[in-house]
């Protein structure tokens, strides 16, 4: 018997359906007129080959079509011109932690999980499978926009550098609120920062306020990306760890656990101003979702699952002439998904909900 399959990415060329199986053994997946035959019992499968902007049936053997499998998918236009660079993005890695599960607070939902006895860390095998697959699509830039750790400790951090090190050069990371809980040292002097590619500026800022959850953005930074934007001749592409409050949507709260609402609004000024600003993205709140705020130009304000739990996911953008695209990714070892299939039942069964998203939520496309 199938369980959970999803819908997870639809790209302009492919399509990725997840699922497990009760026994190994083979399953059919059949998008169109395209078959892949996948063993299991945990089940990645990558459908390539398609065409841009086209509709096709979707079927996975021994599966009726449900919400998160629809019976068609509509794979996403290719924005125009060249391909021009590609990169990746993680976050919420926590090296150290040892279970998840709990919210810490008085009535915990559960369940809790926590690595057998005697099997590796599970941050250890969900970075390593993540590693492995931006490896092997050789980007040209990673970012990591924070929680490297789970209590800020300098071995926590070590132990992230020495694993997302094998990416070398193309590793470019800053920190989160996890990090900034024990020292306030750890990465804490790397942003702000860019990393200029063919067709896209990257910028980095440091939305981490020093021993609190909730995030902020210093004036300083404000001006480093104003110059920035102001300056720069393809798009720009902002990334923080903090998502952005809502400032036509959610409450004015001081101790909003985002970035704070004077904050966010000063940064959706500077997206305003600046038509080079083409989109923010963040991690935190270990989901995927997506927003477009009038009084940020409507420009894509981006949130990311994260990479330690369910789903296991990570982000690639491909950055074309005239726009980019990205698809978020759920990391395929076995083990992996062993794992992340185990903790998509956390917090009394809702987390695959809130940490899943919509399908516009993980993949879309911006023209530029």
């Not at 990371?173 to 896209?200: E, K, Q, W, Y």
């Not at 959610?250 to 904050?263: L, M, S, V």
Request: aromatic letters at 8%; charged letters at 25%.
């Amino acid at each position: 018997m199938i369980h959970d399959a999803e819908l997870f990415s639809v790209g302009p060329d492919e399509v990725v359906v997840t699922f497990r199986a009760d026994e190994p053994g083979s399953v059919t997946t059949v998008v169109g007129d395209h078959e892949v035959v996948s063993d299991g019992p945990y089940h990645h499968v990558r459908v390539a080959d398609l065409e841009p902007g086209r509709e096709y049936s979707l079927h996975v053997e021994g599966t009726p079509p449900t919400e998160l499998l629809p019976a068609t998918v509509t794979t996403l236009a290719r924005p125009s011109g060249r391909l021009l660079a590609t990169f990746a993005t993680a976050n919420d890695v926590h090296f150290g932690e040892t279970e998840c599960g709990k919210l810490g607070t008085p009535d915990e939902l559960g369940p809790v999980f926590r690595a057998a006895p005697g099997d590796e860390p599970y941050p250890e095998v969900m970075n390593r499978s993540v590693i492995d697959e931006m490896l092997a699509a050789d980007f040209d830039a990673v970012i990591v926009k924070g929680d490297l750790t789970d209590r800020g400790t300098e071995e926590e951090y070590d132990a992230f550098l020495r694993a997302y090190g094998r990416l070398g050069d193309r590793l470019h990371h800053v920190r989160g609120n996890h990090d900034a809980m024990t020292t306030h040292t750890i990465a804490s002097d790397r942003a702000p920062f860019a990393v200029t590619l063919p067709g896209a500026v990257l910028a980095v800022i440091d939305t981490v306020r020093a021993g609190s959850e909730k995030g902020m953005v210093t004036t300083a930074q404000l001006d480093w990306l104003h110059d920035v934007a102001a300056e720069a001749t393809s798009p720009v592409l902002v990334f923080g760890h903090h998502h952005l409050w809502a400032p036509e949507l959610d409450e004015r709260k001081d101790n909003y656990f985002g970035i704070n609402p004077a904050d966010s609004e000063a940064l959706g000024a500077v997206f305003r101003r600046h038509e080079s600003v083409q989109g923010y993205f963040a991690g935190h709140t270990h989901r995927n979702r997506v927003r477009r705020f009038e009084s940020a130009r409507g420009v894509p304000t981006v949130e990311i699952a994260c990479v330690k739990d369910y789903p296991g996911a990570w982000a690639q953008y491909s950055v074309y002439e005239g726009g980019y695209v990205q698809i978020v990714r759920r990391t395929s070892a076995p083990a992996a998904m062993a794992w992340t299939e185990a903790t998509r039942a956390m917090f009394a069964g809702l987390y695959r909900d809130y940490a899943l998203g919509a399908i516009g939520d993980r993949c879309f496309v911006q023209t530029v």
